[in-house]
Nanobody, 121 residues
Framework: QVQLVESGGGLVQAGGSLRLSCAAS????????MGWYRQAPGKQRELVAA???????DYADSVKGRFTISRDNTKNTVYLQMNSLKPEDTAVYYC???????????????WGQGTQVTVSS
């Protein structure tokens, strides 16, 4: 009923930039918070950045000042601009959204399929 489709991952050298996008589609009534998580090999999935429907943002300490999260509510899309990338940013990045759909009483948790970001030194 709801799909989150990510794009924009890839291979980049340290110091470079990438922009991730995640578009939600389906029987959507409203989207509350949206965010980006990442999971490196052998590590737990961690929150990278989040943004509310009103535009308030939150970032992991490790990415503050380098990453910027934004959203376009008219397109049900969230973005993650990643600058000054470091090798330790290498991970699979997942989009997450709290979405209220037709027929449900409360918002559900939805995930994208993940996109690989690799930063070479």
């Amino acid at each position: 009923q709801v799909q989150l489709v990510e794009s924009g991952g890839g291979l980049v050298q340290a110091g470079g930039s990438l922009r991730l996008s995640c578009a939600a589609s389906g029987s959507i009534l409203s989207i509350n918070a949206m965010g980006w998580y990442r999971q490196a090999p052998g590590k737990q999935r961690e929150l990278v950045a989040a943004i509310t429907s009103g535009g308030s943002t939150d970032y992991a300490d490790s990415v503050k000042g380098r990453f910027t999260i934004s959203r376009d509510n008219t397109k049900n899309t969230v973005y993650l601009q990643m600058n000054s990338l470091k090798p330790e940013d290498t991970a699979v990045y997942y989009c997450n959204a709290k979405i209220l759909i037709w027929g449900r009483l409360g918002p559900g948790d939805y995930w994208g399929q993940g996109t690989q970001v690799t930063v070479s030194s």
